[in-house]
């Protein structure tokens, strides 16, 4: 059933829209449904033409800019591996782009903003499937903590801008996802894009084996990020509440099923290790989504027909891919 908060009340498609971030996977992927539904004038920067950690340029960039609505998708973001070992960097850099873009958009009259953050925001040992209420209730998971904290205090600024401001500002909390123009580097890959590099090397070099880090029983919800951005469009068009909503399918798989999906994608015929001396991160991540799926959206792609296709992107962007 709808909640009160759901109301259609569209973005006009001549707004002009900043989608910070919209190199990356999740930008990339709003730009391609913004373009789609026929947003006419769309702004983007990339990391070298301005670094979001710049207080001041940022300010500059939207004194000239003037956007009318905002989707902050530009993070510092990475994989267990990464998050473990450079904590610092994730709570830092995140905190400062955050800060930067949501106060530069309050300051300039930003009327309508997404923000982005993920669903390690909830505490590791959450009641599941985790619902949106479940933030603040417990302990997060360690190896992404610092992440976790960056992006609950970009939600806490959301709200207090409604609160302070009244202006009818949202958040989303996607579940893992993957998808064009995802980071696929070894070193800072999420599991999914470092799976399909991993079967797909394996492949491509006759090796007999694929060796994946943990136990492979952890469950994990996957989505695509074109069904994502969908959704990221039906909030902005519908939604105006303070609880960030969460964005999934609701479904979840163990990591050893996943894998076997994505060796079947790739075509690999070897055999499959895991390597328990490496972490396994939290036991299970499956959200609860009946908010979104009350208010009438619905996910579209299916997981084969979705990293078959991933793949195939792979493939043939395998000379261009983020290092
Ligand atoms: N990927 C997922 O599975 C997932 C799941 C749930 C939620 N999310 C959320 O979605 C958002 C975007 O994630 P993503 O997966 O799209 O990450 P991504 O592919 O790494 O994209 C992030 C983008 O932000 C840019 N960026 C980072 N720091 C910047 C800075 N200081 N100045 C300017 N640009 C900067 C990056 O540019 P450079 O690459 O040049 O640094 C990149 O284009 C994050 O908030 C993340 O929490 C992602």
Redesign the pocket.
């Known amino acids: 059933m709808r909640s009160a908060l759901f109301a259609d009340r569209p973005i006009d498609r001549h707004s002009t829209v900043y989608v910070?971030?919209?190199?990356?996977?999740?930008?990339?992927?709003i730009w391609r449904r913004l373009r789609g539904e026929g947003f006419t004038d769309l702004v983007g920067?990339?990391?070298?033409e301005?670094?979001?950690?710049?207080r001041s340029a940022v300010f500059e960039f939207f004194r000239s800019e003037r956007p009318d609505v905002v989707v902050?998708?530009?993070?510092?973001?990475?994989g267990i591996m990464a998050n473990n070992t450079y904590p610092v960097d994730f709570i830092s850099?995140?905190l400062?782009?955050q800060v930067n873009v949501l106060d530069a958009a309050l300051e300039y009259g930003v009327e309508r903003l997404l923000?982005?953050?993920?669903?390690?925001i909830y505490p590791k040992l959450a009641e599941q499937p985790i619902r949106e209420d479940a933030l603040l209730t417990g302990l997060l998971e360690p190896t992404n903590d610092a992440?976790a904290i960056a992006?609950i205090a970009?939600i806490l600024q959301v709200q207090a801008v409604r609160r302070q401001y009244g202006r009818p500002w949202i958040s989303a909390?996607?579940?893992?996802?993957?998808g064009p123009?995802?980071?696929f580097s070894p070193m800072t890959s999420?599991v999914?894009p470092a799976l399909i590099r991993r079967y797909e090397e394996a492949r491509l070099t006759d090796s007999p084996t694929v060796v994946n880090w943990g136990s492979g029983t952890p469950m994990r919800e996957f989505?695509h990020?074109d069904d994502?951005a969908a959704a990221c469009l039906h909030l902005l068009d519908t939604y105006d509440g303070p609880q960030q909503v969460n964005?999934g399918t609701g479904k979840d798989q163990s990591i050893k099923e996943i894998a076997c999906l994505v060796a079947e994608a790739v075509g690999f015929h070897g055999a499959t290790e895991w390597d328990t001396s490496k972490p396994d991160g939290t036991p299970r991540k499956l959200i609860d989504v009946s908010t979104l799926i009350g208010s009438g959206w619905e996910p579209q792609i299916g997981l084969r027909e979705g990293l078959e296709s991933t793949v195939a992107w792979f493939r043939e962007n395998v000379t261009a891919l983020?290092t």
């Open positions: 910070a971030g919209h190199r990356g996977l999740v930008g990339s992927a920067r990339s990391h070298d301005l670094d979001l950690k710049d902050l998708a530009a993070a510092k973001v990475g850099d995140n400062q782009v923000f982005l953050g993920s669903t390690c992440y992006k970009g909390m996607p579940t893992n996802l993957y123009e995802d980071n999420h999914l989505l990020v994502m964005v983020r």
